[in-house]
């Protein structure tokens, strides 16, 4: 089975879907930078809860996905956090001469933990991870078509070593396919409303790596939302490359 063609599906945190010997589908969970949140909601009560979406862009497609992490004692304090994530996405590869098209389906269910000291917070996960790929068409030959189960773990750190500079970083892994990603940023602040940087991530299985460097914007806030954006160049080991582009939006309540 020889890849032609990715679509980069589940846009942030890396881990990866993969079919058969096609290149993987990227972890949406890689690709969020999540600031820490504030100690207070409308003034009045803890934030518990974190919602989130998006969508990730690039010549070959794209992908969209949404999700939550809850914290019975409050975003801001250490202690259990669960994290639900659901994706969609969507890659190509040759099967043969035949050109086939696969969907993938993502939902995941992560217990963790949150961990804050001083300016550094990091928070671990792990949990069910179920999968379903659709061919179009059907290929026998690909192992992964159908269902399938299987642990994902996921670390994400952030850090602010000066009032006006972060650093953060994400990593995540799915038994499935046995897949994984790397994601890395670097920010500053800017007018006091938001961090901008350099960032770059790598993802990918066995047989499929994807490299990418730009730039993203993050914790823009309007309103009750907080933005984030991110812009650069991507090349893979198919010796495909180009820009990609991604959106993401979350609130707190």
Request: glycine residues 14%; proline residues 5%.
């Amino acid at each position: 089975m020889r890849c032609v063609g990715r679509v980069r599906a589940f846009c942030v945190t890396a881990a990866a879907l993969l079919c058969g010997g096609s290149p993987a589908v990227a972890d949406p969970l890689n690709e969020l930078i999540l600031p820490p949140a504030s100690n207070l909601s409308g003034g009045a009560y803890p934030e518990k809860f974190l919602y989130f979406s998006g969508f990730d862009l690039w010549r070959s497609g794209g992908s969209f996905y949404g999700g939550l992490q809850w914290a019975p004692g409050g975003l801001n304090e250490d202690g259990f956090t669960l994290k639900v994530l659901l994706a969609q996405g969507s890659y190509r590869y040759l099967a043969g001469s035949t050109n086939i098209r696969g969907t993938g389906l993502l939902g995941a269910i992560l217990p963790g933990w949150r961990i804050k000291r001083g300016d550094v917070e990091i928070k671990v996960f792990a949990g069910l991870d179920l999968q379903n790929h659709r061919l179009s068409p059907d290929d026998p030959s690909n192992s992964l078509r159908g269902n399938h189960a299987g642990l994902r773990i996921g670390a994400d750190l952030w850090w602010e070593p000066t009032p006006t500079m972060m650093l953060a970083s994400s990593i995540s892994g799915s038994t499935i396919g046995n897949s994984f990603g790397v994601r890395g940023a670097a920010g500053w602040r800017v007018m006091d409303r938001f961090w901008a940087g350099p960032e770059v991530e790598t993802s990918g299985d066995e047989v499929y790596r994807q490299y990418r460097i730009g730039a993203h914007l993050t914790s823009l806030k309007t309103a009750a939302f907080e933005w984030s954006l991110g812009a650069g160049y991507v090349q893979d080991n198919s010796h495909r490359s180009g820009l990609y582009g991604r959106i993401g939006v979350l609130t707190r309540r």
